[in-house]
């Protein structure tokens, strides 16, 4: 019995520390000062683009809201264009954000390449 608690203390051990290890190569900063300004240049374009493309989709949102509201009031063929409107309007804003998103993706991966660059010489 002992012989076999010592065998599960030896695999639990082992597989702790496999699992440490891992959670520090993946939770790692990069070392090298070009790296890190890189990174962290990236990060700081990456928000912005992100915090400008929500906030324009965010008023494109409220102009919709506005004009389904004039719609309910109008009524008749100007309310089905101001629908139609607002209906456009609420893709567009979605369009936005979807860009805005893919657009800061690629900063970020951009400067991973650039860091993964600088980080193997």
């Given at each position: 019995?002992a012989?076999?608690?010592?065998?599960?203390?030896?695999?639990?051990?082992?597989?702790?520390?496999?699992?440490?290890?891992?959670?520090?190569?993946?939770?790692?900063?990069?070392?090298?000062?070009?790296?890190?300004?890189?990174?962290?240049?990236a990060?700081?374009?990456?928000?912005?683009i992100?915090?400008?493309?929500?906030?324009?989709?965010?008023?494109?949102?409220?102009?919709?809201?506005?004009?389904?509201?004039?719609?309910?009031?109008?009524?008749?063929?100007?309310?089905?264009?101001?629908?139609?409107?607002?209906?456009?309007?609420?893709?567009?804003?979605?369009?936005?954000?979807?860009?805005?998103?893919l657009?800061?993706?690629?900063?970020?991966?951009?400067?991973?390449?650039?860091?993964?660059a600088?980080?193997?010489?």
């Open positions: 019995m012989h076999l608690s010592l065998g599960r203390d030896w695999l639990l051990t082992a597989t702790l520390a496999a699992a440490a290890a891992l959670a520090v190569s993946c939770d790692r900063r990069p070392q090298d000062p070009r790296a890190q300004a890189i990174d962290e240049a990060r700081t374009r990456a928000e912005a992100e915090a400008r493309t929500e906030a324009e989709a965010k008023a494109l949102h409220q102009q919709a809201q506005g004009l389904k509201a004039q719609a309910t009031q109008a009524g008749g063929y100007t309310a089905k264009r101001l629908e139609t409107r607002s209906e456009a309007l609420q893709r567009e804003a979605e369009l936005v954000k979807e860009q805005g998103d657009q800061a993706d690629s900063v970020r991966e951009a400067a991973d390449a650039q860091v993964k600088i980080e193997s010489r």
